[in-house]
């Protein structure tokens, strides 16, 4: 994997827009300020950002002028993984940073949001109008009784509400919890009955597909199995009534009310994201407040280059991190366009469309929706006028050759491809996206700033130009806080720091090459991971396995060489149980209506038994190794196997798919 020295990369920024970036100018101050090395250039700096770690996260505080109500003691309290704390004694508001652009008068009235449906209809939200809805709702948060530390839960889509609902709820220091409206019942209450929420706010149903999805049924039933709830705020995008009992949002939204922002400690709990292991229920994952901010404007302010005079696009859902970090787009005074529909209705050009219309300078959308719309052989570039596109951004899975190079062939060959790659886990990126560096086909452009990335082998030692495990050898400030009902922090510890102590391990497999580019190989676990939606093979199986027919299933999700990515759910039936179109039917619908319709499986092929560690595991990675090729001897440890017969059905299955 290693790069040659004269190869040419795809696209080179030219000397005006890298003298305009932001990190430019960032790198200038912080050596005259900070002693940052004033040459050098990118490379130079990231060094410095991880030798001088609290020198470094003080510079971001002091260009972005974070607020901070307290100030802080020092920038690093306690180094270590897991618990490192952040600008201990600072206290400071989310929300306060997000809404900071309407305070400009200049900027009142210039759209701080773009709503776009099916219909491809904009409706704006200015900033002055953004910060009243916050202020009117979170008055009213605050007559319901929500106090910092209180849950607020909402099963909504990417649409303005989510937004306000959001805000408002970090302005009251309440720790903010979504999932997108696709999702069923069973599948968001393994997610909130975790958290046990006081608030939650949904939609009567959601357009997707060019059909109205109703979810009244759903919700009933949430309210059922949500017994902490003391209020439910019901937004009729759909038309319909409140039902008894439920809040109108309109009213709750209606007073021309200032935001009163709570300061809390830069480590309170900003929100709650669920990253799904392979055994038991989703991870609870929460992150802080402070952390975020500060996180969020580097890697918005500073890696996206992102202004007041940008326009964010990301095709995403509230069920994934790609939309929180959408909306930390406020915090660097971006307009953002909120796109809620399907990513390919009414036909495959639908994002096209609304980067068009909407005038998108950032378009962040999928890889395997770049290699669809490659594949369904469209022109973007010829068919739209993309010419405010700057960047096209692409993460969920690596970004395959074939994809950079169409994205500069029917883009624009001066095109920004940024792939990036990071995790539900920290809610921002490892590495992918820098203004100032060259794009080379098939590789994210270097690690992020404050992130000391390192590719090591299993005995711990970096790898330059060899595949390894991605770790991450200093805390970040956007690390968990903690997990979720994890008193002791085993959970959290074993997640990622099982394997090397006091290091994170992240799941990915990556190369770091010698011009210091970063290549992605795709998951080292068994995360499903549908159209950048993160799901465990946990939430499959319980759904699948109340089924009478089946006895026992496996699921894999394996990323494929042309950006392509294979699902297949094996199933061992019940005596007396035929894997007939009618039983693949329901497996097929009991996932769709009770977890996603993101992930219905490829195929359903039916095995002999399912294979488990001594210990009753499944085991879904050696499984997935051997899918990919890898020789039995390589892929397992014969000797933790029950039934080592039954991995011969995987070994054939892969020879026949090659």
Known sequence: MTSAADEAPLWQPGPDRVAAAAVTRFQSWAAE?????????????????VDELDTFWKAVAEWFDVRFSTPYEQVVGDRSMPGATWFPGATLNYAEHALRAAEDPLRADVPALLHVDESHTQVPTSWSELRRQVGSLAAELRALGVTPGDRVSGYLPNIPQAVVAFLATAAVGGIWTSCAPDFGARSVLDRFQQVEPVVLFTVDGYRYGGKEHHRADTVAELRRELPTLRAVVHIPLLGTDAPEGALDWASLTAADTEPVFEQVPFGHPLWVLYSSGTTGLPKAIVQSQGGILVEHLKQLGLHCDLGPEDRFFWYTSTGWMMWNFLVSGLLTGTTLVLYDGSPGYPDVSAQWRVAEQTGATLFGTSAAYVMACRKAGIHPGRDFDLSRVQCVATTGSPLPPDGFRWLHDEVADDLWIASVSGGTDVCSCFAGAVPTLPVHIGELQAPSLGTDLQSWDPAGQPLTGEVGELVVTKPMPSMPVRFWNDPDGSRYHDSYFDVYPGVWRHGDWITL??????VIHGRSDSTLNRQGVRMG????????????EIRESLVIGLEEPDGGYWMPLFVHLAEGATLDDALRDSIKRTIRENLSPRHVP??????PGIPHTLTGKRIEVPVKRLLQGTALEKAVNPGSIDNLELLHFYEKLARERR
Not at 33 to 49: D, F, I, N, Q, V
Not at 513 to 518: A, Q
Request: glycine share 8%; no cysteine.
């Open 602 to 607: 490829d195929e359903v092929i039916e095995v």
């Open 513 to 518: 090459t010698d011009r210091g580019s970063v």
């Open 33 to 49: 300020h900070h002693k940052a090395p004033a040459e050098g250039g990118y490379a130079s700096l990231h060094r410095w950002s």
């Open 537 to 548: 093979s946990a939430d499959i199986y319980e759904a699948v396995e109340r089924l009478p």
